[in-house]
C-alpha cells in the first residue's frame, strides 16, 4: 500500500524559478491538504481541497497555487521562488466519516531556494 | 489561533509509562481531541483521537477529563523509538471552518535507555 507519495523528495531552486510538487494518494480519500514546516515549528497549512476540482485556501496561501484536477493527486505550485519558501512541505490525505477521520501524511519534499 | 497549550518538553525512561499532558479549555462540544506524533522530520503519524471517552488502540491511550478541558496520551511501555514531537489538535467535525488540521510547537518526548 503506497498511502501518500510526494514527488519530488528532494529539490534545489533558484531565486524565481518555478516548481510543481505532485501529492499522489490511493487511498480514494476525498481530502487532501498542503503543509509546510519550518525549522522548530508545527506545521502550517498552505491549500487544501475537499473534492475533485476544488480547492481553498489556507494558512499561508501567498506564493502558492493548487489544482485537483484528479481526485487523487493534489498540485502545489510555486510560479516563482523566494528564499523564504524554503521549507520541507507535506502532503495529506483523509476522507470525513461520521465526523472525525485520521490524516494521512507523505513523507515531505524538502524544498532550498538559494 | 492555538487552541491547545503542551508543555514544550519531557522525557521518561524506556519502559515506563510516558503520561502527555495537554490542556484546551475552549473546546466546543462537537469538537474532537486528536493526536499525531512526527519521528524525526518524518510525515506525521496518527495515533488516536476522542469526542468525550477514553479511548484505548494498539499504540496508546487517551484520557479526556469530564469538563474536556484537558486530556492526557499515555504510551503505557515507552521504547527509544516513541521519541518524537507530538501534537494534540482539536478539530470539529468535518464540513465545518474549523474541520482543519491545525498544528502548535507540540510537545518533543525523549526516551531514555
Redesign the interface.
Known sequence: NAGVTQTPKFRVLKTGQSMTLLCAQDMNHEYMYWYRQDPGMGLRLIHYSVGEGTTAKGEVPDGYNVSRLKKQNFLLGLESAAPSQTSVYFCASSNPSGGSTEAFFGQGTRLTVV | DAKTTQPTSMDCAEGRAANLPCNHSTISG?E?V?WYRQIH??????II?G?KNNETNEMASLIITEDRKSSTLILPHATLRDTAVY?CIV?A???GANS???????ITLSVRP
Open positions: 462537537n474532537y486528536y522530520s518524518q510525515g506525521p503519524q496518527y483521537h469526542l501534537y478539530r467535525p468535518f464540513g482543519k488540521l491545525t498544528f502548535g510547537k507540540g
